[in-house]
């Protein structure tokens, strides 16, 4: 992030709105908008948006992996047989 140029007051972004989206998208990097000096939005193209969802997706994909590793070395789980036989009980379904 250029902080000269990256952050921009949301009254120069309304007037010149095409000349920051074409710099958005040539340079990929997000624009941070503000309002009375304080960020108020943030601005990026949606290639790089999609991106950062899918790290944060494989991000989240790769904690809850981890915390099923742990839980099996901490003993914390059962065996599926018993789960699913506890769910029919629940549930009222027949084999």
Known sequence: MDITKDIQPMTTFRNRS??????????????????NGKAAAVL??????QHLLDL???ANADEGIRQGLEDMKTGQTRPAP?????????????L
């Open 18 to 35: 095409a000349d920051f989206m074409k710099r958005i998208r040539e340079t990929g990097r997000p624009m941070v908008l503000t309002v």
């Open 82 to 94: 018993e789960v699913f036989r506890e769910l029919r009980a629940i549930h009222d379904i027949p």
């Open 56 to 58: 944060a997706a494989q």
């Open 44 to 49: 990026q193209d949606a290639e790089s948006y």
